[in-house]
């Protein structure tokens, strides 16, 4: 599923030639662009290996990019763009007429992500950097992400009548925030990446925060994913009467009670992260970068106060 989005990213875009500083973007761009290469084949981002495949020194690479970091975080927003629209593309290819664009879009999304091998490998050869440049708030691949749901969310708001019960920004960061705690959770907080709960917990908190007014939403019978063997009937068709709502901030508390306390104990470095690649190495996230990264209780306060609020209050 991975296999069209490089290709994509490498693919020549039209260029229309300026008199003034069009000709340095476009050098910069090339760096850009044989970078992801590298990191889609799972090879290590080294910059002198990369000016001699360029047919540049060492110094002129720096000049034209910037440090390492910096050329890091431009090839994977590249790779990120090209997730995304391979995302949509797929998704919208089958969307059955009626159906909304946020959450299918995100299945493929998290599908994606997960069979990127290339990205994993730099998740166990450098954890703390590319943790660093792909979670960070203020970065190029985590804004990206919450501004394209947030679009998604909208486009859905103005063809659907979809209302949302918070503000679809916040929405969008709580969405892309759970999707990290589960597709980096062994970096993070010692556990297997976890696709599937990531698409059925960004789903119960979709349909826990939104409501549709073109049509009865009562009659939905299933919250699906992309396994067609995994369907889960909602609670209110399965519990007796009076008892949804406990259930619903039972859910809520455990939620919170797991996802805190991963956050502890990584921030403590009683957890290692789960790579066989790191252990051979023995190499290890610093405290403080865990620390950085593991605040994510929140969002998960958030998520599950989101999801108890309509049953609590009815």
Known sequence: MFDGVFHAAAKPRTVVRARTGRRSRDRSASVVAAAARWIYEGRRLDMQGLADELGVSRVTLFRRI?????????????????TLEAAVARWEAERPPGELHTPGTGRYINAIVSQATGLRR??????????????????????????FLEELLHR???????????EPGALAYALVRLGESFLYADVLAARKPDVETAVFLQQALFEASCRRTDRDTTARSEIKDLSPERAVVPAAVIV???????????????????CSASSRLASRVRHRPFSS???????????????????HCPAVWAAALVTAAPWACR
């Open 156 to 166: 859905d708001i103005e063809e659907f009548g979809l209302v949302t019960l918070i």
């Open 240 to 258: 007796p009467a009076g008892q949804a709502e406990e259930l619903s901030l039972a859910s809520s508390a455990s939620t919170i009670a797991s």
């Open 66 to 82: 910037g440090s390492r970091e910096e050329l890091l975080s431009r090839a994977l927003r590249l790779l990120t763009e090209r």
């Open 122 to 147: 730099l998740l166990d050869d450098e954890p703390a950097l590319a943790l660093r440049v792909l979670t960070d708030p203020r970065g190029r691949v985590q804004t990206l992400m919450v501004a």
């Open 277 to 295: 690649g790191m252990d051979s190495r023995k190499k290890t996230i610093p405290p403080t970068q865990i620390q950085y990264h593991v605040f």
